[in-house]
Each structure stands twice: as structure tokens, then as C-alpha cells.
């Protein structure tokens, strides 16, 4: 089961910055968040992840929480081609191995002209 | 390659014929992984490979789906018997190595109808 739970759907302004919240409430010590997105019926893309600090790359910044239990993605300029369905996953950590991504229903973001 | 490729992008069935799909992982991945999505936004694991060998095979269903990873071929997931429903798009993924901090990459899949 996904350990996450985030809004349905979101709007944004064209040009202005997109927060996606995520509440991951029972995450533990040695697990991951990460976020992908999946535009029209493409695959799920990467977009970033992280564990207890934030990060930044040429796509997104990724806000968590001191205790962990919440997480925003920030889209700093969203754009029309950033209507998507985002995705906020934690991911375990599993030694000698690559665990499965557990996708919830995730956040329909679109963003407006 | 730098992109994970599925053929075919799109695969009509008649019910009870099989059907074939294909994920060549990015070069340089050793693990590889395979999901469904039969509703828009809801996603299914099926199986995982670490190079040849079955990692994972938790979410496959017993009786009538397959899959193989051989050296220097495509990945394969096979569906014998298909049914009504199997329709649904299927993807895969790649990642450079075991481990939590390393992203999975998708190819765009494989829409699977079944008539």
C-alpha cells in the first residue's frame, strides 16, 4: 500500500511556482521520498528524491520536514508542459537489493494560461 | 541505449491468444522492472529482474503471465491465455544498480488491448 497521501488535483498560474504537499506521517528512518510525474499516458518520469535534506535539481526542489513526516515539491516556473499527474512515493530502503515503487493515486496538477 | 525502449507501442489481442512485450533497459542497468496500469492512475508491480535472475516476483500473477531477462536480449513479459482483463498499458523500467537512492527510469510502454 502507498505510505503517502497528497490532493487529487492542483492548479497553477502559467510562469508562477507549483507546491506539491505530500503527507508521509509514518515514514521511517531509512526510507526515501521520491517524486515522478506522468504526462498524458508517457511512463512515470523522474523528477527528484530525498531523505532529510533538501534538494534541488534543473527540474525541481524538494522541501522536507525537520520530523519527515511531510514534503513539498516546488516547480519554481511552472510551465503549460508541467500538467501532469505527480506522483510522491517513499521508497524503503532494502540492502543487496532495488525495491519496487508503490505509486498512490498522486496530485493532477494543471497549470493555466 | 540512453532510453528505455518497449515494443511494441501498441498490441491488439483477440481473448485466449498470447501476447509478447519488450523492454530493452538502458545500457549499463542491471535491474529491471515491470508494472501495469490498468486504470489511469494506478500502478501494479509485477516482477524485477537483477540482470537474468528474478529479484522480485511478488505481483505477477501465477498462472498465465511470464517473463525473462537473457544476456543480450530484450527483456520479455509474456501473457499466455490472454483475458478481457489484461488490457492495460504496461511498463518498464530500468536502474543502474540494487540500492534506495537509485531512480528507476520508465520507457513510455506498451498498450496491451485484449478484444
Known amino acids: 500500500d502507498a505510505k503517502t497521501t497528497q490532493p487529487p488535483s492542483m492548479d497553477c498560474a502559467e510562469g508562477r511556482a507549483a507546491n506539491l504537499p505530500c503527507n508521509h506521517s509514518t515514514i521511517s528512518g531509512n526510507e526515501y521520498v521520491y517524486w515522478y510525474r506522468q504526462i498524458h499516458s508517457q511512463g512515470p518520469q523522474y523528477i527528484i528524491h530525498?531523505?532529510?535534506n533538501n534538494e534541488t535539481n534543473e527540474m525541481a526542489s524538494l522541501i522536507i520536514t525537520e520530523d519527515r513526516k511531510s514534503s513539498t515539491l516546488i516547480l519554481p516556473h511552472a510551465t503549460l508542459r508541467d500538467t501532469a499527474v505527480y506522483y510522491c512515493?517513499?521508497?524503503?530502503?532494502?540492502?543487496?537489493?532495488?525495491?519496487?515503487?508503490?505509486f498512490g493515486k498522486g496530485t493532477k496538477l494543471t497549470v493555466n494560461p | 541505449g540512453e532510453e528505455v525502449a518497449q515494443t511494441p507501442k501498441h498490441l491488439v489481442r483477440g481473448e485466449g491468444q498470447k501476447a509478447k512485450l519488450y523492454c530493452a533497459p538502458i545500457k549499463g542497468h542491471s535491474y529491471v522492472f515491470w508494472y501495469q496500469q490498468v486504470l489511469k492512475n494506478e500502478f501494479k508491480f509485477l516482477i524485477s529482474?537483477?540482470?537474468?535472475?528474478?529479484?522480485?516476483e511478488t505481483g505477477m500473477p501465477k498462472e498465465r503471465f511470464s517473463a525473462k531477462c537473457l544476456p543480450n536480449s530484450p527483456c520479455s513479459l509474456e501473457i499466455q491465455a490472454t483475458k478481457l482483463e489484461d488490457s492495460a498499458v504496461y511498463f518498464c523500467?530500468?536502474?543502474?544498480?540494487?540500492?534506495?537512492?537509485?531512480?528507476?527510469?520508465f520507457g513510455d510502454g506498451t498498450r496491451l488491448s485484449i478484444l
Open positions: 523500467a530500468s536502474s543502474q544498480s540494487g540500492g534506495v537512492n537509485q531512480p528507476q527510469h
Open positions: 512515493i517513499v521508497r524503503v530502503r532494502h540492502q543487496g537489493g532495488s525495491e519496487k515503487l508503490v
Open positions: 529482474f537483477q540482470n537474468e535472475n528474478v529479484f522480485d
Open positions: 530525498g531523505l532529510k
